[in-house]
Every structure is written in structure tokens, then in C-alpha cells.
């Protein structure tokens, strides 16, 4: 073994005792973070089962579904009714509403949309007061709601606007390529929910944009987390170091006056670059369509300063609660426990997640209110009571007009001329039959008895 000179060994030994006056405390800290981090992943992975449906309300939500796609199809033939958006992709909360695309040719106007509505109140399906048509909207929509027997859920209809059932499968491709996106996004919508920022209706992103948003941030990885902990998160339990990224990416460091989202480009892209986007949407988030790049699907947000604010307060919560919090010891690996979904508490006694959403435990309430026994008993109810009224009423052909015979079973001349011409006779009284009688409810139908000069 070759023999180190001396001033190697007086740089080694130089080295070691510098290393030994340097401070602990940024290893200490970066562990600390970690524990934190890791426990917040078990948090957020265990936070679908209390905002998701359960299997049981999710077959409530299938059957009510079916009668009122029963329904709509009784009231317009050849209309295709589908699911989209959220409830098409498994991304729906317990209070979300589903939408409903109805697609029927050649009909166009507002008027389809209070038919909608009209044919819905009248069999009994939804309560009167809680119908909304929305005529005005950029998207026309009939908001209805049904009754407590039926659950109580809610469905938005739109009409000829197939631009959500385009988007359904391009999201899904996402969501099967990026398993991160569907527990990110499931707390980011009750976190925007909870500060009534969750809808284009408030002011807020939609569920649409806010897919696009979490599918960006993955995409650019702005802090340059390992690509391990995005395409393998469950494994990595990098779900904590994610939420507190996304926070912090558009809570302070994404540029919302001059950059756009592009899903497509994956990256950032100047707003000057694309003329579809007006000025007065420069101030304001702005994301591209996935499947117009011309169309902007973040326009009905106006309040860009207040989701910035949201998000950077969520930011700072969960940052100082790092620096608070006592490290403790490591959860233990391996699929959740039973029982409540957040046994892995802080030494404060609530969980880290619980800081920057309020989380109730109301599954079993919803679970005895939408009972599946009692809800099939009403639809079957229902099906049995109304469905004769559900059916559209075929227009009947009129009868075939008779004529009674002379003994040798040969109707007179002014008979075949009535038959051949019927209205011609009203205008002749010389040649009008002697004995004429109209019966009949769907069409008129003539019994000639006796013509003139028979």
C-alpha cells in the first residue's frame, strides 16, 4: 500500500477538523423536513376516502342517472345522453355535481333547454325549486336537483356542446400516465372549495382548469424534484414534498401577467404569443384548451389575486407548522389502518392536513340518507308510476275511410268520386250525398250511405 506524503496527510487531517467544528443543525433540519413530509404524504393519500363517493353512492348516482337519461330519452328520440367532466374520470367529491351532455340534431335554441327542464318537474324526477336554466351563460345549462327520495343529487345539462366529452379521454390518458394528479387534485378542490374558489361561478378555476394547472406543475417540475418522486409517488411517498411545491409555484413564483399554461407544449409560453388571448385576461391565470389551442379555458376567472393569496397562505400554514411540529418518529410503511383516516396525527393531536382544510366525517350519515335498498324501491316506484307518461305519444295515421256497399257490392259513382276527391263534394251541394256521418277521435272518418241518383 502506497504511503501518503506529508501534505496529503496534513490537507486530510485539516479537512477532518474543520468538518468537526461545522454545525449539525442543516442535517438535523433537512430530516426534520422529511419526517414532516413524509407524514403529510400519508395524510394526503389517505384523503380519498373521506371526499370521494363511496361504492354505494356511487351506484345510487349510477341509477338516478339512468332514469333521468330514461327520461330525456322517452322526451326527444334519437338524443344521445353521456356523463362527463369529474364524474366521468372518478374525480368527483361527495358534493359535486354531475354533468350531462345531451346531444340531439337539429335542435337549437334556448327553448330545448326549458323543455329539459319542463319534462323533468312534471314526471316528479326534481324539485321545481331548485331548477335552474341558464339561457345566457357562454354555455347554455339546465341545473337541476332531485328529490330526497332520489338522493338529492345535482346534475348540470348541457345541450349540443360536446367540447367536455372531447376533453374526458384526453384527461384520463393523464391521469393513468401521472398517478400524482389524482390526489393532488382531489385536496386542492376541497381547499379551493372551502374558500369558495372552487367553480368559473365564484370567480375560481373549474375543476377543468384546475387539472390543468396540476398536469403543468408535474410537467416543469419547478423545484427539480427527482423524476422518481412524480412518476412513482406512492413508492417515493413524495405526495407532501408536491403539495407544498404546487403551493408555492402558484402561489408566488408562477408568472400570471405575462406566461400562459400550455399542457400541450409543456412549459410556460408568453401571453404576447398567442392573439386568441384578450387583454383584458393578461392580469388574470390563462390556460390553453386541450383540444382548441385557440380558446382559453380560464376567461370566467376574475380573481386571479385572491387564488394567490389562497395558495400562498396554504404555503406559509404548512411551512410554519414544519418548523413547529415535533419530528417524533417515522409512520410506519404500508397500506393505511382501519378506522379513521387520519390516526397519524402530529404531537398537537390533528393532522398536518387538517391545518388547511376542514375534514368531516359524515360518510356513514350520507350512507344511511342514500340507501340503496330505499333508493331502488323509489326508482322501481317511479318506473312503475310514470312510465306510460314517460313515453313520447306516436302520432296514429287516420283511419282507412269506409264505405258501405249496395247489394251488389258496388259503391255508387258519387261515392268513389267522394273517396277520389273529399273535400271536392262540399263545394258541389248538387251532387252532396244524401246521408253523410263523421266519427272518430284521431281522424275523420266518412260512412257514405247513399248517394244521389244511385
Not at 22 to 38: C, G, M, T, W, Y
Not at 264 to 284: D, F, G, M, V
Request: charge should be positive.
Amino acid at each position: 500500500m502506497p504511503r501518503r506524503s506529508k501534505k496529503a496527510t496534513g490537507v486530510i487531517a485539516d479537512l477532518a477538523c474543520k468538518a468537526s467544528r461545522l454545525p449539525s443543525l442543516p442535517v438535523v433540519k433537512q430530516a426534520h423536513e422529511d419526517i414532516f413530509l413524509r407524514r403529510l404524504h400519508f395524510d394526503i393519500a389517505q384523503f380519498e376516502s373521506l371526499v370521494v363517493p363511496t361504492p354505494q353512492e356511487k351506484c345510487v348516482r349510477l341509477q338516478v342517472y339512468n332514469l333521468l337519461a330514461a327520461v330525456l330519452r322517452k322526451r326527444f328520440r334519437d338524443c344521445q345522453v353521456e356523463v362527463y367532466g369529474s364524474a366521468a374520470q372518478g374525480l368527483a367529491l361527495h358534493s359535486s355535481d354531475t354533468d350531462v351532455a345531451v346531444l340531439m340534431p337539429g335542435k337549437t335554441g334556448p327553448g330545448v333547454l326549458f323543455q329539459i327542464a319542463s319534462k323533468l318537474e312534471s314526471v316528479g324526477l326534481v324539485v321545481p325549486g331548485h331548477t335552474r336554466v341558464r339561457h345566457r351563460a357562454r354555455i347554455p345549462i339546465v341545473s337541476v336537483q332531485t328529490k330526497p327520495e332520489f338522493g338529492s343529487l345535482r346534475f348540470d345539462i348541457v345541450v349540443n356542446h360536446d367540447d367536455g366529452m372531447k376533453v374526458t379521454p384526453i384527461v384520463q390518458d393523464y391521469l393513468d400516465r401521472m398517478p400524482a394528479v389524482r390526489p393532488l387534485l382531489l385536496i386542492l378542490k376541497v381547499f379551493l372549495c372551502q374558500r369558495n374558489l372552487n367553480s368559473a361561478a365564484t370567480g375560481g378555476p373549474s375543476s377543468y382548469v384546475l387539472t390543468c394547472m396540476v398536469i403543468h406543475f408535474l410537467q416543469v417540475n419547478p423545484n427539480g424534484l427527482h423524476p422518481l418522486r412524480i412518476e412513482d409517488p406512492m413508492r417515493t411517498e413524495s405526495l407532501g414534498y408536491l403539495l407544498l411545491d404546487f403551493l408555492k409555484y402558484y402561489g408566488s413564483e408562477f408568472p400570471y401577467e405575462t406566461d400562459y399554461i400550455s399542457v400541450k407544449a409543456k412549459k410556460r409560453l408568453p401571453k404576447t404569443s398567442a392573439p386568441w388571448i384578450s387583454q383584458n385576461c393578461y392580469p388574470h391565470l390563462c390556460v390553453e384548451c386541450l383540444t382548441n389551442e385557440e380558446a382559453n379555458i380560464a376567461r370566467a376567472i376574475n380573481k386571479t389575486k385572491a387564488l394567490k393569496a389562497a395558495l400562498w397562505d396554504g404555503h406559509t400554514q404548512l411551512r410554519k407548522l414544519m418548523e413547529a411540529s415535533d419530528p417524533g418518529t417515522l409512520p410506519e410503511e404500508g397500506a393505511p389502518s382501519e378506522g379513521s383516516s387520519f390516526e397519524r396525527t402530529s404531537s398537537s393531536g390533528v393532522s398536518y392536513l387538517e391545518n388547511i382544510v376542514t375534514i368531516t366525517h359524515q360518510a356513514s350519515d350520507r350512507e344511511r340518507k342514500l340507501d340503496l335498498d330505499d333508493m331502488a324501491l323509489n326508482i322501481q316506484k317511479f318506473k312503475t308510476e310514470n312510465w306510460a307518461e314517460l313515453a313520447r305519444p306516436r302520432i296514429q295515421p287516420p283511419p282507412r275511410r269506409t264505405v258501405e256497399r249496395g247489394p251488389e257490392g258496388i259503391p255508387s259513382r258519387a261515392a268513389r268520386k267522394a273517396l277520389r276527391a273529399p273535400l271536392r263534394w262540399l263545394n258541389e251541394p248538387q251532387q252532396r250525398p244524401t246521408a253523410l256521418s263523421a266519427t272518430g277521435d284521431a281522424g275523420l272518418q266518412v260512412a257514405i250511405v247513399q248517394g244521389k241518383g244511385t
